[in-house]
């Protein structure tokens, strides 16, 4: 950034306001739509305008992992494949590996940078009224069964990085089958 021809501490800039703690723009669409005894609810929310890092992860004080970053020995993912090594200089796509600290590999910057843009189908349900008529009897007065599902799908260019969720529990879809009983 500075043109002396030495990467360091004098080439850092702000990345920019980054929506570090909560998207800066969210927006959420419900329907519903009814035939006969049917009912489908959907709901999808919209997250944008917020990134984050791919980086280091503090387990305690004496212990930290990543599956990004790669630290001298220790073990490391699939994602560092691609590194550079001086055979390809050209085509590489991660930091060079090194059994070394690399601390210069991992200082924050636009590398590590991404967009936690999405948009995600948060719960879809299907829900069926059995007809009135068929409860006379002096006990049960309606049933209504359903399914549901939430956390379904996420579209997002980051979407396999967000579905992750590196450093805390991992993304769950949830499945229910369910009765109403009205007595």
Same mark, same amino acid.
């Given at each position: 950034?500075?043109?002396?021809? =030495?990467?360091?501490?004098?080439d850092?800039?702000f990345?920019?306001k980054?929506?570090?703690?909560?998207n800066? *723009? +969210?927006m959420?669409?419900?329907? +519903?739509?009814?035939y $006969?005894?049917?009912?489908?609810?959907?709901?999808?929310?919209g997250? *944008?305008?917020?990134?984050?890092? $791919?980086?280091?992860? $503090? @387990?305690?004080?004496n212990?930290s992992?990543?599956?990004?970053? =790669?630290?001298g020995?220790?073990?490391?993912?699939?994602?560092?494949?691609?590194?550079?090594?001086?055979?390809?200089?050209? !085509?590489? !796509?991660y930091?060079?590996l090194?059994? !070394?600290?690399?601390?210069?590999? *991992? =200082?924050?910057?636009?590398?590590?940078?991404? /967009?936690?843009?999405?948009?995600s #189908?948060?719960?879809?349900?299907?829900?069926?009224d059995? %007809?009135?008529?068929? *409860?006379?009897?002096?006990? @049960?007065k309606?049933?209504? =069964?359903?399914? /549901?599902?939430?956390? #379904?799908? !996420?579209?997002?260019k980051?979407r $396999?990085? #967000?579905?992750?969720?590196?450093?805390?529990? %991992?993304?769950?879809?949830?499945?229910? #089958?369910?009765?109403? @009983?009205?007595?």
């Amino acid at each position: 950034m500075n043109d002396d021809g =030495v990467i360091d501490s004098k080439d850092q800039v702000f990345l920019g306001k980054g929506g570090w703690y909560g998207n800066p *723009f +969210t927006m959420g669409i419900n329907i +519903t739509a009814q035939y $006969k005894g049917f009912s489908l609810f959907m709901m999808g929310i919209g997250r *944008f305008g917020s990134y984050a890092m $791919k980086g280091d992860t $503090k @387990v305690d004080d004496n212990n930290s992992y990543s599956y990004w970053w =790669v630290h001298g020995d220790r073990k490391y993912s699939a994602e560092v494949r691609n590194r550079w090594t001086p055979e390809t200089a050209a !085509t590489a !796509t991660y930091p060079r590996l090194t059994t !070394t600290n690399g601390a210069n590999n *991992f =200082v924050a910057s636009d590398f590590w940078m991404y /967009s936690t843009d999405r948009f995600s #189908l948060a719960k879809v349900q299907l829900t069926y009224d059995f %007809p009135s008529r068929m *409860f006379t009897g002096p006990i @049960v007065k309606g049933l209504q =069964v359903y399914v /549901s599902g939430s956390d #379904l799908l !996420t579209i997002g260019k980051n979407r $396999k990085i #967000l579905e992750m969720n590196v450093g805390s529990a %991992p993304q769950s879809r949830f499945y229910n #089958l369910g009765a109403k @009983v009205i007595f």
